[in-house]
Structures are given as C-alpha cells and as structure tokens.
C-alpha cells in the first residue's frame, strides 16, 4: 500500500514509513526536507507537474490563458494525485491512498469517536505512519473496497451548530455559480449518477471532508478520471474558471476546486456501492 500526502506547508515527514509518501508540486524547493518516495515512482516530489502531467493538454486545452505559475498556485493539489497515478499506474500497488499532511486514519475499527486531535510532534508523525499502521490498514481491504473517515453529520455553524444538507452547506460559503456547473456536469458527463447525485446532496450525513481515501487501484482511478472529466467541465463552461478575486464569504475562491473535490469523492463512494469500513479521522494540530 502507498498513501500519499500532500504538503502544502513544512510539515514533519517519517522517513522510515514504507507507505506514508508526502507529496507537492510547486516551483520552488521547499524548506523542509525532501521526502523519501517510492522506488519506481517517478517524480522527486517537487517537480512541476504541469510539465510533466499526462493531464496538461487536457487543462491547457481550457485554462491555456492562465500563467503556469497561477495554474501552480491554485489548482496544484487538484491535480497532483491524478498525475502519480497516470505517469505510474502500472508500477504503483494495488492499494492506494490520497491525503492532505496533517490528516491519517487509525486502524481502530468499531471505535465510537469520530475523530481524535493529537498534538502535531515528530514523534506523535512517526508512530501513527509506523509500518505497522500500514499494515493493519492494508489487511482492511482484503474485505472491503476502500476506507474512509466515519460518517458525520453535515453541520455550519450559525452561533450553534445546524444540521445541514450537503448542498446547503457549500453554498453558504462558496458561489452558487461552481456548484451549478458541477451538478451540470455529472448531468452531462457521467449521467449515470444523475439521479443519486441529487439525492445525495441533499442528505445531511457524509463521510468526512476531511477523510483520507484509501482503496483499491482500479477504483482510485476511476476516481480520479472521473473528477477531473467534471473539473474540465467546469473549467471550460465557467465564466471565470480560476477567481482570482476575493468575493462574499470566501477570501481565496479559486478553492472551490477543492470544496468540489470534497463533496464528489464521499458522493463516488457511495453511488458506486462501495464496500466502505469506516475508521476514526487523526488530525494533527
């Protein structure tokens, strides 16, 4: 099993981890140390992917107007994951796993909280990427197709906590604008989903956010092909497909590409009938 994480900012890294792998895309060399990355992948983790990606055509053919380092800044972890698997499907193992740096799941199956804080320490970094997490959730999947975070309720805070929709959740932050197109999208794109999807959105129960996934490769690509045919969507239909400009609630809204991305990867899960075990979330802070 190989998961990846993706740092955006100087984090602690496990070198002695034979399935915990920190990834980045970005112009420059980070401050913190290199990563050990696994034999064969080809990538020292820090390149410009947007050189490289077997996805750049397909973005440049809608976003060519926009400058490589805008590309880099804003849509970098959107993209990262799918490239690693294209440029190294074949090579990479039948188990996958895609994170962002501070959060991991804990082999702790039939635990009753949902998530556990631990203090952010070298040490703390080290024993929950221990090989032997790995192992334990490698042995998972012998029975099931992917793991993820527990299910929540979906909540916005309003001076107490309200239970919400999915749906309703998103668009109290984020433009309505990105959120109709997504929904075109699957429309249009992968209609298979269409009538689910509206179901889903409307829920107020979802797998975490915040959950790393862990599944089988077959899956994790499909997963990945499948948000980036509805990010390219998005892109080439909207009217501004990278804001640049702070607006409403939301200071850096060219992140909807990530909200998206949170709200379609639990939906794909369940619309695919997938057998899911669910564990407690790990946050470093």
Known sequence: MHLFSYYHKEFFVNQESDWH??????????????????NGIETSGFENILNLSSYSDRIHRVLGNYSKDVLLNHIEGQ????????????????ILGFSTYRRILLPMGGAKH??????????NFNALTANEIGFKLNKYLETRDCLLAKRTP??????????????????????????????????????KYSGVARVYFKSTVSFSYESPIIC????????AEEFITIMQYIWRESRVPIPTEASGNEPK?????????????????????????????????
């Open 79 to 94: 993209i990262i994951f799918e490239w690693i698997l294209q440029r190294n499907f074949f090579s990479l193992p039948k």
């Open 154 to 191: 979906v909540r916005r805070t309003l001076g107490r906590q309200l239970d919400v929709s999915v749906e309703d959740q998103y668009l109290a932050v984020q433009d309505p604008h990105y959120w109709n197109l997504f929904l075109r999208a699957i429309d249009e794109c992968l209609p």
């Open 114 to 123: 949902e998530a556990f804080n631990v203090e952010a320490s070298q040490k």
């Open 253 to 285: 809204p060219w992140r909807y590409c990530g909200f998206i991305g949170e709200r379609f990867f639990p939906f794909f899960f369940s619309a695919n009938k997938c057998k899911t075990f669910e564990l407690p979330l790990v946050r470093f802070l």
């Open 21 to 38: 792998f920190p990834v980045r895309a970005i112009n420059q060399e980070p401050k913190f140390d290199k990563p050990k990355l696994p």
């Open 216 to 223: 089988h490769r077959d899956l994790m690509l499909q997963l």
